[in-house]
């Protein structure tokens, strides 16, 4: 699912760029070396991303953000998704009776 830049502070991308920089783009997941800017594209899995450990986008304090790989950031994201598409398809059951 694409970001809701509306759920997000407006600098946003300084604060993912500041985060990258300080783990020298590196995933803290895996530790896997990702593609720093200015470096040719190869692939999406070496693109690193910014996840919230809470999941709430508009908390961007430093000690709530860590720097993912792509497949980092979709596995920690993962079960979260599952348990809101069960939680939705309840819902949507509920309202059908």
């Known amino acids: 699912m694409p970001m809701n830049r509306d759920k997000y502070p ?5 604060i993912a760029t ?9 995933c803290e997941g895996c530790r896997k070396q990702c ?14 991303t910014v996840a919230h450990i809470n999941h ?8 709530n953000l860590v720097a993912l790989c792509a497949p980092c950031h979709l596995a920690y994201d993962a079960p979260m998704k599952r348990f809101r598409r069960i939680a939705s398809k309840r819902k949507a059951n509920d309202s059908e009776s």
């Open 35 to 48: 593609r720093k800017p200015g470096e040719p594209f190869d692939t999406h899995r070496r693109t690193l």
């Open 18 to 26: 500041d985060l990258k920089d300080q783990v020298d783009w590196r």
């Open 10 to 14: 407006a600098d946003w991308e300084q």
């Open 56 to 63: 709430v986008e508009s908390d961007c304090d430093l000690g």
